[in-house]
């Protein structure tokens, strides 16, 4: 019975990592996105 909590818990880190990175990347997308607003547009040189 230990065992299966034991494998629980890490699974439960495990996501939990998971869910953190997701969110750090979406948000530095998001800053990226805002940051591009700001600059010129390079396509409407082509």
Known sequence: MDELIT?????ETTFDLR???IQAS????LARKEDHQGAPDHR???
Do not use: M, P, T
């Open 19 to 21: 869910f953190k990175q």
């Open 7 to 11: 494998k629980n818990q890490a699974v």
């Open 44 to 46: 409407k040189l082509d």
């Open 26 to 29: 979406r948000r530095a997308a």
